[in-house]
């Protein structure tokens, strides 16, 4: 911690609002999610504070009273420019099934005819790299996900869809990820995950956090269904790694 | 139990919101005008957590089994039991097979019904509060049932308060949002000049404002937004979140309303006319 600029301000009468530089970058995550460790670990308990860290930006939310930055602001500062290398916490890539089947993935060919790429091309550059988490909002448990290659870039769709199917695999300009509900959406669905990525009888509800890492892999038609089953029940087991960097 | 016989344009159960989970994407709902929940909570002297009905626009008919006491506070629906008009801020005796119905909207948007000791419905990540999909429904539904314990006998120590009208005003006060250092002239003197009136896209998600400020290039990052964060879009569109509003976005939080003016806001509908006011 300590190595880049950070700017601390009030955000309304309960939060405080912490930025890094404006970029998209994975160090600035990683420094992100280290002061945000730190600062749970310290004065920012999970009793009184949510702490929400998405791309550039960390926000420190009081859940029981009116703040005054004047309290925080030094204390903060000192602490990023100090404290040194705190322990992050544990950083895990998870491995996500998706079934690209064209039942699922619905705007395949169309993409296929955009990015004039073969569908197996789109399938195995989709799948080949692991994407960093830099954010978790919009809907409970959608994921912003960065590090999709730069031939898979594809416009929104003009007109979007009134009902994405939960689970549903999308591409849209620079993004990549799952819708975790069945909602509205403009993105280009390629592919459908098994996995509900949201459960609100799970302990967290969600198993990502801002900062893991998600790698796709292809599945069948039947692996799916059988996915599909195992999760219903809750024996699915869902593939990690630690992730060291 | 309480049976929904009518249930009424949009009513839904709250409490003070499902908080710790915004990290993962789940906005904090409960109830829209805090005040008006809390002093309805107060008169029963219930925990400030404890849940009761958000009634939007148009109230519910409810048929009562057992007996309790109740308050209502916030909009006046022209609240009535057994047909004869109540008061608001005020406990009113509940005895089974009473009904309670609403009529004419005159003042304000949300009623708040509490009920001695609170609606008992299943907690869902620590909180009542309906937010679809994380509970079931998105709002009481005719025929539904609604727990509570029954209370006999039970003397208030206030029985009615005058509550603070502040919610007839018009003036939103606001602070700078992160994002305010972008604006120019214009669109300050845009934003702090003019009156803006309640688009018809309001609900607990956000409420949009009929007048636009003009259009602009500014770009930022996905980050935090909070209940009363005020989003500028591209088209100069004004976009105030309210609690059930998404917990980050991308457009420029311009604004951050103080809590009393999201209650203030909470009260406001369709056409109604507000002015921001900087702190």
Known sequence: ?245 | MVSVKKRGFFTTIQDTGRLGFRHLGVPVSGVMDRYAARLANSLLENQASDALLEITMTGPELLFHEPTYIALTGADMSAKINNEPIELNEVHQIAPEDIVSFGKLKKGLRTYMAIKGGFQIEQILNSRSFYQPITKLDRIKDNMELDYTPCEAYSPRIIQIKPDTFWKRNKIHVYPGPEFALLDDKQLEGLFANTFTVAKENNRMAYQLEEHLSPNTYTMLTSATLPGTVQLTPAGKLIILMVDGQTTGGYPRILQLSERSINLLAQKKYGDKIEFVLH
């Open chain 1, 1 to 245: 911690m300590g190595a880049f600029d950070i700017n601390i301000r009030s955000f309304g009468e309960q939060a405080i609002i912490i930025s890094w530089p404006d970029r998209v970058e994975e160090a600035i995550l990683d420094d992100i999610i280290a002061f945000k460790t730190y600062l749970q670990e310290t004065s920012f308990s999970a009793k009184e504070w949510e702490l929400v860290a998405a791309y550039n930006s960390l926000t420190l939310i009081n859940n029981q009273h009116l703040i005054d930055l004047a309290q925080y602001e030094e204390s903060l500062s000192k602490a990023y420019k100090t404290i040194s290398n705190s322990k992050s916490a544990t950083r895990w890539l998870w491995k996500l099934p998706v079934c690209y089947d064209s039942s699922f993935g619905i705007d395949l060919e169309e993409v296929s005819e955009t990015l004039e790429m073969p569908i197996e091309e789109i399938v195995r550059m989709h799948t080949r790299q692991p994407y960093l988490v830099y954010g978790i909002g919009f809907l409970p448990g959608f994921m912003y996900l960065g590090g999709l290659p730069k031939t898979l870039e594809t416009p929104r769709k003009a007109i979007p869809r009134l009902d994405v199917h939960k689970g549903s695999v999308g591409l849209a300009g620079k993004q990549t990820g799952i819708y975790p509900q069945e909602s509205p959406g403009g993105w280009n669905i390629i592919g459908n995950c098994p996995i509900p990525i949201f459960n609100v009888s799970k302990d967290p509800p969600c198993f990502i956090s801002v900062g893991d890492r998600v790698q796709f892999y292809e599945i069948s038609k039947a692996e799916f269904e059988l996915h599909q089953i195992e999760a219903e029940v809750g024996i699915y087991n869902i593939e990690k790694q630690e992730w060291n960097g």
